[in-house]
């Protein structure tokens, strides 16, 4: 992960609208984001195994102000038609954005588990990264704390454990 900020959003969407959201997302939203200064890049994962059409989006940020800065609220709050068309059609979203407070390992890995936690974990954040990042077949751990301020979310999550599993790509 390159940065010390992030934006992670999770969304599910039905079964018929996933081409057009597919289009909307690497033709227009994504590449809006990353132009914006201190985006960094944009992964997206889907959710394997499951009925849902769930999807995990992940934006690497310069520094944890980025989400609440001007250039990114503007952006916000003047989405394009495609975006008015795309965004009601989500369900159970959740934005967050904040800090990564704890990393260890390498690469970015095929494969990513993300853990929405409620509270700040009691737990080691260093410890726990190195730990999973000394796992056979994962690639890095990240432990991110996202800032209520700079939070839309409905489900009020603080804190996201993130691991890059996989083969280590540098």
Known sequence: MRGSGFLAIW????????????????RE??????????????RIFRA???AVNR???????????IV???EYLRRLDAPT???????PRLRNFARGGGRVIASAGIGQGGLMATVRL??????????LCRELAGTDR?????????????????????SILRLALGRTSL
Not at 11 to 19: A, I, R, V, Y
Not at 33 to 39: A, S
Not at 55 to 65: A, G, V
């Open 11 to 26: 969304s599910d969407l039905p079964p018929e609208d996933e081409t057009d959201w597919a289009h909307w997302m690497t």
């Open 29 to 42: 939203h994504s590449i809006e984001r990353v132009k914006i200064e201190g985006f960094l890049l944009c």
């Open 81 to 87: 038609p495609w975006s008015q068309r795309i965004m």
């Open 48 to 50: 394997l195994d499951t």
């Open 68 to 70: 609440g800065g001007a």
């Open 118 to 127: 409620d509270t700040r974990p009691e737990w080691e954040a260093d410890a």
């Open 55 to 65: 999807y995990f989006i992940l934006y690497d940020l310069e520094k944890p102000d």
């Open 138 to 158: 994962v690639a890095a751990a990240r432990v991110m704390v996202s800032d209520a301020a700079k939070r839309a979310t409905r489900s009020g999550a603080t």
